[in-house]
Structure formats: structure tokens, C-alpha cells
T-cell receptor
């Protein structure tokens, strides 16, 4: 099955600096790559996603890049703010027959230092 | 729309008891997913339905777990008998694939504690 590796597990940055979280996946046929943000005790919420026919997507301070050849994608957060502190999960949509579920990375705890 | 609704929000039960978790997807969504989240294993897909039909249950840990979707607005996940290692947060999510979107909307989750 699909294997998703996410790094780092914890990331501490100064407020205003940028943060980058990286994920690699194993199935070259995967075609959808979302990023979820989860605050303590809350549900995961989609913050940005990208499909395999696009190399980069940006939404204000958040961007995602995809390298299909290398099978990795990254989340970039610029001008970080205290409210960005949370756990971020990358995910990959499975492919093949009956494969619509998401396989998640183990998560990155992002800490924004004031 | 109220979003995905799950009940109960918290459940504490003793080992060996039956537990039933409930989910109401967003109206009009044709996919429903059950996930489990633990510190050790992260977020794992248990099973998902398309138009009320189970499509992939390969993530269901063992026969003690079962899931049903009797209609488009209701699904249950049952654990019988429950064990302490089943303690986790169980999320239900839904999506509207017929609208060309892969986005999954998560419910608030049910925190299950088995003592």
C-alpha cells in the first residue's frame, strides 16, 4: 500500500520566519495531495491541496509544491504567525480500484516562537 | 450546512462492552470515511463508503469492528467487544466526488476511552 513519510516531526520557528514541511510518497500513480491543519482537540481541516497535473499552488501565505519525479511535496508557510501553531498532516489519495481514502503522514508539530 | 455530525463526542466504556459511534455526513455528499487517530499510529483509514456501499474495509483492524451505512445520511461504526487498545479518536469524514472535488470534510470526532 501507499507509504507516506513526513519530516520533520517537530518544527520551531520564530514568528515572521518561514516554515517548510516535506513529505514523500511511494505510489507514482497518486494524483491528489492535501495538507491538513489540526489544532489541539480539534478536527483536521484542509488548508491547501494540489493535484498531480500542477507543480505549485499558492494561497496567501501558504503554498504547496509537488515534484512527481522525485515523489515528494512540500508545504511552505511564509510570515508565520502565532495562530499557525498546530499539527500539520500531509496526505496522499490512494489510487487503483476502490482507492479513494487518504493515507496520512505522521504529522509535524509546528511551534511559532514569539 | 451544519457540517459532519458525530455522536457521542466522548465515550468511556469498560473492556468487553459494545460501543457504537454515529456519523451524519454533509447532505449531498456521496462518500463517507471512518478514520482512527492515535499517538502511536497517527490517522488511519478504517473503511469508506460510496453511495452507502462499503468500498474498502482493509483498514478495519479485526472482526470486532464493523461499519454500516443504511442510508445516505447515517453511518455507524461498532466495536464488539471493545478492548483498551481501541482507545482513540474516531473521525468521520465526507466528500462530494460527484462535484469533482476530492476534499474530505471531517467531523469533530468521538474520543473513545476503553478501561
Amino acid at each position: 500500500g501507499e507509504n507516506v513519510e513526513q519530516h520533520p516531526s517537530t518544527l520551531s520557528v520564530q514568528e515572521g520566519d518561514s516554515a517548510v514541511i516535506k513529505c514523500t510518497y511511494s505510489d507514482s500513480a497518486s494524483n491528489y495531495f492535501p495538507w491538513y491543519k489540526q489544532e489541539l482537540g480539534k478536527r483536521p481541516q484542509l488548508i491547501i491541496d494540489i493535484r498531480s497535473n500542477v507543480g505549485e499552488k499558492k494561497d496567501q501565505r501558504i503554498a504547496v509544491t509537488l515534484n512527481k519525479t522525485a515523489k515528494h511535496f512540500s508545504l511552505h508557510i511564509t510570515e508565520t504567525q502565532p495562530e499557525d501553531s498546530a499539527v500539520y498532516f500531509c496526505a496522499v489519495r490512494r489510487t487503483g480500484g476502490g482507492a479513494d481514502g487518504l493515507t496520512f503522514g505522521k504529522g509535524t508539530h509546528l511551534i511559532i516562537q514569539p | 450546512d451544519a457540517g459532519v455530525i458525530q455522536s457521542p463526542r466522548h465515550e468511556v466504556t469498560e473492556m468487553g462492552q459494545e460501543v457504537t459511534l454515529r456519523c451524519k455526513p454533509i447532505s449531498g455528499h456521496d462518500y463517507l470515511f471512518w478514520y482512527r487517530q492515535t499517538m502511536m499510529r497517527g490517522l488511519e483509514l478504517l473503511i469508506y463508503f460510496n453511495n452507502n456501499v462499503p468500498i474498502d474495509d482493509s483498514g478495519m483492524p479485526e472482526d470486532r469492528f464493523s461499519a454500516k451505512m443504511p442510508n445516505a445520511s447515517f453511518s455507524t461504526l461498532k466495536i464488539q467487544p471493545s478492548e483498551p487498545r481501541d482507545s482513540a479518536v474516531y473521525f468521520c469524514a465526507s466528500s462530494a466526488r460527484d462535484r469533482g472535488s476530492y476534499e474530505q470534510y471531517f467531523g469533530p470526532g468521538t474520543r473513545l476511552t476503553v478501561t
